[in-house]
């Protein structure tokens, strides 16, 4: 199924760019699938938010899916951990004719969000998408930024199905298991799991 998804749509030329930058440089070749890439620039349209938190943007390819749900006035602010990704994501978000609405932060998504939240900044929708034991307190940092109502995606919350194998005990898995329970119980959260591909978490934040 997910290879007919991948096949459904008409090539596109920007985000092909991605991939073949990825390929290039001997990069993870771990960019979110066709299907949830779509769904981002929908949900960030749907959404209305202006103001976008990206964590973990590789080689730009969910970057472009999210500035493309932006209107005019939209902006897209992403954290990567390695400087050269970083700059690749940014040359591909300029290439696609984001450039001027982009912002890139390199280092530590933790040390990145602890910085924005000291300017004061508030976003109305987040993509997390960076180390998966780092998924409860990104979580943390998205609620603590959030705009009233604002949307929280993430991916790879079912890591191939170990979350649901109760024999699978690493840090990854107590963290995503840990991110998971927070989607269902916190009752400032309303979301939920959608099982395609990896797992994709959306929620919003209503209280
Ligand atoms: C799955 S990839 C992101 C894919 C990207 N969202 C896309 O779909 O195009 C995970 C990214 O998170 C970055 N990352 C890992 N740990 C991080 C951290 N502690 N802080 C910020 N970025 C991190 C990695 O360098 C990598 O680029």
Do not use: H, W
Not at 87 to 105: I, K, N, P, S, V
Request: a negative charge; charged letters at 25%.
């Amino acid at each position: 199924m997910e290879r007919y998804i991948e096949e459904l749509f008409p090539p596109d030329p920007d985000l092909r760019r991605v991939l073949e930058g990825i390929r290039e440089r001997g990069m993870p070749e771990i960019s979110v699938p066709t299907g949830y890439g779509r769904l981002l620039t929908l949900l960030v349209a749907m959404s209305g938010a202006r103001q976008v938190l990206e964590i973990g943007a590789l080689g730009g390819y969910s970057g472009i899916c999210l500035a493309r749900g932006l209107g005019p006035q939209g902006r897209l602010t992403s954290l990567e951990l390695l400087p050269e990704y970083a700059e690749l994501a940014a040359a591909q978000l300029e290439a696609a004719g984001f450039g001027g609405r982009t912002e890139y932060r390199v280092g530590d998504a933790g040390r990145s969000l602890e910085a924005l939240k000291a300017e004061g900044r508030r976003f109305g929708f987040f993509f997390i998408d960076a180390d998966k034991g780092g998924y409860p307190r990104y979580l943390d940092a998205a609620i603590e930024l959030a705009e009233p109502g604002a949307v929280i995606v993430a991916d790879n919350t079912l890591l191939r199905g170990r979350v649901a194998d109760p024999a699978r005990t690493g840090p990854s898995v107590l963290a995503m298991r840990e991110f998971n329970r927070r989607l269902a119980e916190d009752p400032r959260l309303a979301g939920t799991l959608l099982p395609a591909y990896d797992g994709l978490a959306v929620m919003r934040v209503i209280g």
